[in-house]
């Protein structure tokens, strides 16, 4: 555990030697939802490095930050902790919104490189300047399902859109849908409550026109969660130095269920 200047502790696990990969996990989950990818860049002699965000998992419940800034600087304040360099960041959904407010707001010298997957930037929710996005009634909704019966909320989603076992042909895995519930249900409902206005109204255009480093875009077509069209495209149009990597029928929740082929553009990107 850490300590954060607001007095919340935040877990983490940082496994191995060599250049650090610094994992920020999606909504409303934990560190845990990593397991896949830091074994196996663990088994490929990188330093692996995954925290639960505030509110999340076995971090403590506090009642107040659950915005991306605080996200970011509760990130910083784990890499600073460690005293990590040439690191490179790997964010999933919300986590992919904490590694662009992290390095437009905490500049990048401490970065080597950077991944975002099924991310929520630029923004979700529509807007005037964003006619593409989602209406504000969907996350309202999702607000109103979370309090009225958190426990239900989290097995449906689990059950059917993240990890795509609503499609046709798509054969459920009971494990992959407990431990996402588990993962949930180990957080606060306030953190997870507000964390949804975090990750579908924060703007991000102006902070990854900010970053400079290499920056892979991993999206999938058929993300259920973070439409395609609004989402990875034009995060990748606006880094400087962005790549974009489509996928055609992976789900939201790929980095799990398509470890494999996910781990492996991972590593190319890293060895380019």
Partial sequence: MITTKDGVEIFYKDWGVG???VFSHGWPLSADD??????????????????????HGRSSQGADGHDMDHYADDLAAVIAHLGLENVIHVGHSTGGGEVV??????????????????????????????????????????????????????LDVASEPFYGFNRPGVKPIEGLIRNWWRQGMMGGI?????????????????????????TLVMHSEDDQI????????????????????????????????????????????LNS
């Fill in 101 to 154: 407010r992290y390095l437009a707001r905490h500049g990048q010298d401490r970065v080597a490189k950077a991944a975002i997957i099924s991310a929520v930037p630029p923004i979700m929710v529509k807007t005037a300047s964003n006619p593409g996005g989602l209406p504000k009634e969907v996350f309202d909704g999702y607000q109103a399902q979370l309090a009225a019966n958190r426990g239900q909320f989290y």
């Fill in 190 to 214: 306030k953190a997870h409550y507000d964390g949804i206005v975090a990750w579908s109204q924060t703007d991000f255009r102006e902070d990854l026109t900010k970053i400079t480093v290499p």
């Fill in 226 to 269: 973070v439409p395609y069209a609004d989402a990875g495209p034009l995060s990748a149009k606006l880094l400087k130095n962005g790549v974009l990597k489509t996928y055609k029928d992976f789900p939201h929740g790929m980095p799990t269920t398509h470890a494999e082929t996910i781990n492996a553009d991972l590593l190319a990107f």
């Fill in 19 to 21: 250049q650090p990969i």
């Fill in 34 to 55: 990593w397991d896949a990818q830091m074994m196996f860049f663990l088994d490929r002699g990188y330093r692996v490095v995954a925290h639960d965000r505030r509110g």
